[in-house]
């Protein structure tokens, strides 16, 4: 068995908490899968109609997390910081059941949907991964938002620039590489608002279950939760997990270089979906040790690809 080949957890990983926006509490079980299952969600709570595939074209609202729903209206919320997870982890294929219709936002961040992961441990499959290749630039433009996906050779590279008029987040730029750069200030930055903008969502009906136990939240220039931030760049390192999450919507780990700059949910599946509408902007490639420069060799660094 190569390292190269597709991975599930080991054993059951079972988690309970809250929905950051239905405020409803959820028990969460991630179960091994087979080889090229991929990852799917079911909702146990339901008796039929209850598998949803996160899959780009079945985000039915993009807007302040992402929800995935199937063709019969049944929706699991939130899954971008666990699918973030997932990718890093290099987790190719899990049964994900949840009893309620949003996964629980824990604290906020992805920290402990990889610790439980490293816990369960991972197993590898004889089955080889493929991956999206990108062959050709493409870009997708919202008023100030943007975003492209450029080639790369062998690396996913995400470029990520925030900009906010709040003084204490003002402008912030990070570039990770998925599968080379340790992961650990990405996978434990967590979500935030800014303290006036509360009442807004509490307005729409959303954030029921949001504390400062999951969330930061910002008044002015600081940060009112005990013991402030978690790393120097936390607002944008939260933003390129969203991005992670998204991006495995594609169904598939990618070899692209993401260049992004005020985005979110909504523009990361704009640009999957544009990438996705004309075949020749990517290939499906069956990765095995004979396509794989030989500098590669020394797999370490493809630990999260694989």
């Known amino acids: 068995m190569s390292v190269l080949n597709q991975k599930t957890i080991k054993e059951n990983i079972t988690i309970h908490g809250v929905g950051l926006h239905s405020g409803l509490n959820a028990n969460l079980t991630i179960k091994p899968s087979e080889p090229n299952t ?4 079911k909702r146990i709570d339901l008796k039929k109609n209850n598998i949803v595939i996160p899959n780009i ?14 063709d019969y209206g049944v929706s699991v919320s939130t899954v971008e910081h666990l699918m973030g997870a997932l990718y890093g982890m290099g ?12 996964i629980p936002i824990l604290d906020g961040s992805a920290k402990l949907f990889v610790e439980k992961i490293k816990d369960s441990g991972i197993k ?11 062959n050709k630039e493409v870009k997708f433009v919202d ?3 943007t975003i492209s996906v450029e080639p790369s050779k062998i690396s996913l590279d995400i470029d990520f620039e925030l900009r906010y008029k709040n003084s204490l987040i003002g402008n912030q730029r990070n570039l990770i ?8 200030e990405i996978y434990n930055s967590r979500t935030f608002c800014l303290f006036e903008d509360i009442e807004k969502l509490k307005s729409m009906g959303l954030a029921k279950g949001g504390s400062l136990d999951n969330a930061i939240v910002v008044k002015n220039d600081k940060v009112i939760n005990d013991g402030g931030l978690r790393n120097t760049k936390e607002f944008v390192n939260h933003k390129i997990l969203d991005c992670m999450g998204d991006l495995y919507l594609s169904g598939y780990k990618i070899i692209a270089k993401i260049v992004c700059s005020q985005g979110g949910h909504k523009l990361t599946n704009q640009i999957l979906r544009k990438v ?10 069956e990765i095995t040790e004979k396509n794989l420069p030989h500098t590669l060799l020394n797999r370490n660094i493809l630990k999260s690809i694989a």
């Open 124 to 134: 590898i499959s004889d089955a080889p991964i493929k991956i999206i290749k990108i």
């Open 177 to 184: 590489k998925v599968y080379e750069s340790d992961l650990t």
């Open 276 to 285: 996705f509408s004309d075949k020749s902007n990517y290939s499906i490639v």
């Open 57 to 70: 074209f079945n985000v039915s609202n993009a807007a302040f997390c992402t929800t995935i729903s199937n």
């Open 143 to 145: 008023g100030k938002k």
């Open 38 to 41: 991929g990852i799917i969600f």
């Open 91 to 102: 987790i190719d294929n899990a049964m994900i059941e949840v009893d309620n219709q949003e």
